[in-house]
């Protein structure tokens, strides 16, 4: 999994499990790490434009989200999709990705708890983004998986906004 707070909530994890289970065998804890995928979260998917998943929702986990930025892929030029619910700081937690994401298409997400994309990005600009508000996720996703204006789209902002994405995914028949 990327990110380097993942290796902490492994420590964590493992802990329990020699907690709970002391004959639990050391192999059996390597093999279970190795195959740990939690979907959405810092989840790279390949295609013409690789996109970034991320269920980022707060200033931490944006924080966490851009360190994982700047190690992989710290040159490349990035298109984000936004959405966030309308109780959470969207500020600080865009403050963590104004110096990596080239523009951001900010979205309403499928919540009536949602953030204005008017106020988001209006929130977005006043940090010196170049942020716009899309007619639709639908549009904004499409939009993030063309290649002409940058090298990597990335999705963040709500677990909501990751649910939609990864069905619209599916529609549109992109594995």
Not at 33 to 51: D, H
Not at 85 to 106: C, E, F, P, Q
Not at 133 to 145: L, M, Y
Request: aromatic share 6%.
């Amino acid at each position: 999994m990327e990110g380097a707070h993942q290796r902490d909530n492994a420590a964590v994890a493992i802990r329990v499990a020699r907690a709970l289970r002391p004959d639990f065998a050391a192999e059996a804890i390597r093999e279970r790490m190795a195959s740990c995928l939690i979907p959405a979260r810092q989840q790279f998917l390949p295609g013409k434009v690789e996109i970034l998943l991320d269920v980022a929702h707060n200033p931490v986990s944006f924080r966490a989200l851009a360190e994982t930025i700047r190690r992989r892929r710290a040159n490349c030029k990035i298109l984000a999709v936004v959405g966030m619910m309308k109780n959470k700081d969207a500020r600080g937690s865009l403050a963590a990705l104004r110096d990596l994401v080239s523009n951001v298409l900010i979205v309403r997400l499928s919540s009536p708890r949602s953030f204005e994309p008017e106020d988001l990005a209006r929130i977005a600009r006043e940090l010196g983004m170049i942020a716009e508000c899309a007619a639709s996720p639908d549009v904004a996703f499409a939009e993030i998986h063309e290649p002409a204006s940058h090298d990597l789209g990335l999705v963040a902002g709500s677990f909501y906004l990751a649910g939609d994405y990864l069905r619209w995914r599916e529609h549109a028949g992109i594995a």
